[in-house]
C-alpha cells in the first residue's frame, strides 16, 4: 500500500505540474493556445491515472480490512487523512505485519 499512495504523489505532482504549464501558456505575454492544449491533455490523462490509483487503494483497504472499512471511507482517508496513514504505515511493526 505503501507504493500505491506513493504512486499517487507522484502521478499528482506531475499534473501539478503540467497544469502549471497549460496555465503558464494561457498568460498574455506567452500565448500560445496549442501549447496550453496539449499540457492540459496531458494534465487530463494523469487525472485519469490518479482517479484509477485512489480507486485501487481504496479496493485494497477494502480488502485488507474484510469490508470494515468500505470503499467511501477509504476514498475519505486517500484523500483527507493520507499523511497519517502513511505515517501508520512507516512504523516498523506495521511495515512487518503489511510486508
Same mark, same amino acid.
Not at 502549471?20 to 498574455?28: F, H, M, P, R, V
Not at 490523462?45 to 481504496?58: D, G
Not at 485494497?60 to 471511507?73: A, R
Not at 477509504?74 to 502513511?86: C, F, Q, S, T
Given at each position: 500500500? #505503501?507504493?500505491?499512495?506513493? #504512486? @499517487? ?20 505575454? +506567452?500565448?500560445? @493556445?496549442? %501549447? ?9 490523462? =494523469? +487525472?485519469?491515472?490518479? +482517479? %484509477? ?17 468500505? %470503499? ?8 483527507? %487523512? ?6 501508520? =504505515?512507516?512504523?516498523? @511493526? ?6
Amino acid at each position: 500500500m #505503501k507504493d500505491m499512495l506513493k #504512486k @499517487i504523489r507522484v502521478l499528482e505532482a506531475e499534473m501539478e505540474k503540467v497544469e502549471n504549464w497549460s496555465e503558464y501558456w494561457l498568460q498574455d505575454e +506567452y500565448l500560445d @493556445i496549442d %501549447k496550453s492544449d496539449r499540457y492540459q491533455a496531458e494534465a487530463d490523462r =494523469l +487525472y485519469q491515472e490518479v +482517479y %484509477k490509483m485512489h480507486n485501487q487503494t481504496a479496493d485494497y483497504i477494502v480488502n485488507i480490512t474484510s469490508g470494515q472499512i468500505d %470503499k467511501i471511507t477509504a476514498m475519505r482517508i486517500i484523500r483527507h %487523512k493520507r499523511e497519517d496513514l502513511e505515517r501508520i =504505515l512507516a512504523h516498523p @511493526i506495521t511495515t512487518a505485519i503489511t510486508a
